[in-house]
């Protein structure tokens, strides 16, 4: 078991909607990394928050947003959903730049 | 922006047939190397990676990884798979100084026949 949470598991949407996912980073880590998996890809990275700030990002639209907290929690916002959105997204996280564990995923789907 | 292939999509082998799995990558300079399979249900879990030193590297379950720097390379292998082995497999890179970001390839369905 690695330690990082996600939720919810699943979960449906319609265009034009907006999204939150959450994560729950392993104890001791103060990183962590959002990443989108599509049917049949690699995960893309997103962003990355250290210590409750944007850390890096991806080649991604700015309606991908975030937030860490001061627990190191995480969340990702997704305004304005297209169809193209519907995808695995993956939380990992870290301590520092040390290895990245991940989490089990929220499968988004957008109808 | 640095790039990963992994030119077999899907592999289909038979219990203790040896398996090997292509990585290139893109990008010239400094890298660390990394392998995660993700079992059928689970989440990504590391197998090996490779920061310095020795470029075989051995992982968990048996697995090793070969980096060979003039081809980009860094291959996969193992010399006996099992049923349990069924997963897919993918290959990352962490640019030396970009922190921890990872970028995947697109990944390979392993599936072993008992």
């Known amino acids: 078991e690695t330690g990082v949470t996600q939720s919810p598991t699943h979960l449906i949407k319609t265009r034009g909607q907006q999204v939150t996912l959450r994560c729950s980073s392993q104890s001791g880590h103060n990183t962590v990394s959002w990443y989108q998996q599509a049917l049949g890809q690699g995960p893309q990275f997103i962003f990355q928050?250290?210590?409750?700030?944007?850390?890096g990002r991806g080649n991604f639209p700015p309606r991908f947003s975030g937030l860490q907290f001061p627990n190191y929690s995480s969340e990702l916002n997704v305004n304005a959903l297209e169809l193209d959105d519907s995808a695995l997204y993956l939380c990992?996280?870290?301590?520092?730049?040390?290895?990245?564990?991940f989490g089990p995923g929220t499968r988004l789907t957008v109808l | 922006a640095q790039s990963v292939s992994q030119h077999n999509h899907h592999v289909i082998l038979s219990e203790a047939a040896s398996l090997e799995l292509g990585c290139n990558y893109s990008y010239g300079g400094t890298v660390n190397l990394f392998w995660y399979v993700q079992y059928p249900g689970q989440h990504l879990q590391l197998l090996l990676k490779y920061f310095s030193g020795d470029p075989l590297v051995k992982g968990i379950k048996g697995f090793e990884a070969e980096f060979i720097k003039s081809k980009f390379s860094f291959n996969l292998r193992k010399p006996s798979v099992q049923w349990s082995d069924t997963a897919e497999y993918f290959c990352a890179v962490n640019e030396g100084n970009a922190g921890n970001m990872l970028t995947f390839g697109g990944g390979t369905r392993l599936m072993v026949k008992p």
């Open positions: 928050y250290y210590r409750e700030e944007e850390n």
């Open positions: 990992a996280s870290s301590f520092d730049s040390n290895e990245q564990f």
